[in-house]
């Protein structure tokens, strides 16, 4: 699950583009709508043409209203920023773009808004040369630029073209199983209770589990789990989420708050962080300063420690230890923005390096520095891990160069990150630069899809012994090897069954259906009832059968299917299917013959058996096809002893 953020100067139509776009207008508030104007976060969302649903956040423009923009715009994974053709590029259009590259949002398109408006095509010349200049430099230089017009709906097929182009090239975020919900907006459904929506991020939310409320520290239970309204049983990482939770009241929840496991984080009023003070920005910063902090969807007042320098001059870069009046949750990583409270500002931005610093640090302590140049890094555990996060199932080779360590310094590092758990090392040979890795929390989130997928398929298809190996691999979206090796270990492990005809199951075999342990086929009495009829069809003409489609006929697909699949009847072709002991009978009368004679032909068999040629046939044919006959001329003699 993906999810668009729009940006942009006030008035430049990003409220219309998305309601044009998706149907869905995102101002839902009464004086939004009678001044035209986002005041508050709006949501909608829309299928792209390649079949992905996405979640849209449609932001503030105007400068009154920035703070509300920022508390929207984090947990986008592409922006839109909008420009109106008639007005090009305005104050807010940089601030937007500043605070998305602060963010580094890697992915975005501009949209050039009301084309309707200008008959001039030198206009759009010179619109879009302005655009390229203030672009350079920031994330989104080299993002395409697409005309449209919401009132006629020109150029929204190349629009939506573009944009499903862009979702495609993000890398999906690593699931840690770690989820964080930051709450972007809470209010009360009568009949349900207390509902709080956010972009999910690190992992997955189930309905019915307990949850923990950041920083307030209170619990609750999912009552109900939504996305784009529809009723979910799992809400997935990057989605738009909407969660019903009972045990607490609309009061005690605020925006910023952030929804999560219990025992999995923990609050911080002091932060670590690197700063960069934005190029043009009024005013140097300096020790001391009161800034306002964003970070996910909160906003705390924030007092700034500034170490290793007396001043950051606009455009330079430091080190800020952030002194918060209320506490926040915060991970290694995350990005913030600051702002000067009044007048209002936008200062900069930048990571999170250390969320829970044990001490406040003497400014000018070169120790100090120093490990917070080597936090800034991580460690090669760190490092390697967060590459492999990044590309899930993969070699070794290719995490290692992900990583960008030296291969001795990712040996012992790949070594303590296994054996600490943390790492998975698919295959049973020692570890080489072929092996496979996946990250524990990745594949205990592929176990629980798997298990789930299995469920839901065995729920639809109670007659099938399992789902078939090419369509498991195919929703699991996996490359062959790495879904190989990762079957097996989840057989190994007991959390699937394993097919009866491959009692040893190594890593590199191929596994025809997989299904949940204790999966057995139950014939409804109907069924069986069907079925023991059809059984006395056979049990009275033993040598002369009824047909596969007198069978079809009888019980239906899905029960012969099982009959064959569990070795009740044998289908030795199209046509001719026996019960299973009357075909040992059979084979065992053809062996013991032909190793009397030395060959059989046809008429000898069907003589044997007292059957007519059309089930000998298939008979012969079907045991030359599995090795047991081989055929010489108008003979048929026993493969072994040819």
Partial sequence: ???????????????????????????????????????????????????????????????????????????????????????????????HLAILNILQIQAGMIVLTKTDLIDDPAWFELVEADIRNVLRGTVLQEAPIVRVSSRTRAGFPELLQTMSLLLTNIPARPDLGRPRLPVDRVFSIAGFGTVVTGTLSNGHLAAGEEVEILPPGLRARIRGLQTHKKKEETAVQGSRTAVNLSGVDLEQIHRGDVIVHPGQYQPTQRIDVRFRLLPGTSAPLRHDTEVKLFIGASETVADVRLLGAEMLAPGETGWLQLE?????????????????????????????????????????????????????????????????????????????????????TAGSALQELIGSGQMIHLDTVPLTMDG?????????????????????????????????????????????????????????QGALASPPQSSIINRQSTISWTALPGHVVRFSPPQQLKVDKLMGMFAAAPSTPPSVKECLAEVGEDVL??????????????????????????????????????????????????????YVQALLEHLDSIGVT?????????KDLH
């Fill in 561 to 614: 299917a099982v009959l064959v699949d569990s070795g009740d009847l044998v289908q030795v072709s199209a046509e001719v299917i026996f019960r299973k002991g009357d075909y040992d009978t059979m084979v065992d009368k053809v062996r013991r013959s032909i190793q009397q004679k030395g060959q059989v032909t046809l008429a000898e068999v069907r003589d044997l058996l007292q059957t007519s040629r059309k």
């Fill in 324 to 408: 918060l009046r209320a506490p926040i949750v915060a991970v290694r990583g995350d990005r913030y923005i600051l702002r000067r409270p009044s007048p209002g500002e936008t200062l900069g931005g930048g990571i999170v390096v250390d969320p829970h610093p044990k001490a406040r640090h003497k400014r000018f302590d070169e120790e100090v520095l120093k490990s917070l140049e080597t936090l800034a890094q991580g460690s090669p555990a760190e490092m390697l891990l967060q590459a492999s996060l990044v590309l899930g199932p993969a070699l070794v080779r290719d995490v290692i160069a992900r990583s960008r360590l030296e291969e001795s």
């Fill in 436 to 492: 496979v890795l996946i990250p524990a929390v990745q594949f205990d989130s592929l176990r629980q899809s798997t298990v789930a997928i299995l469920a839901a398929y065995h729920k639809t298809y109670p007659l099938r012994r399992g789902m078939p190996r090419e369509e498991l691999k195919s929703r699991l979206k996996l490359h062959p090897r790495a879904f190989n090796l990762i079957l097996a270990r989840l057989v190994e």
């Fill in 1 to 95: 699950m993906r999810v668009i953020g729009t940006a942009g100067h006030v008035d430049h139509g990003k409220s219309t583009l998305i309601a044009a776009l998706t149907g869905i207008h995102p101002d839902r508030l009464k004086e939004e709508q009678e001044r035209e104007m986002t005041i508050e976060l709006g949501f909608a969302w829309m299928t792209l043409p390649d079949g992905e649903e996405v979640g849209i956040v449609d932001v503030p423009g105007h400068r009154d209203f920035i703070e509300n923009m920022l508390a929207g715009i984090g947990g986008i994974d592409a922006a839109l920023l909008v420009i109106a053709a008639d007005e090009g590029v305005m104050p807010q259009t940089r601030e």
């Fill in 630 to 638: 081989v055929r010489d001329g108008d003979f048929r003699k026993l």
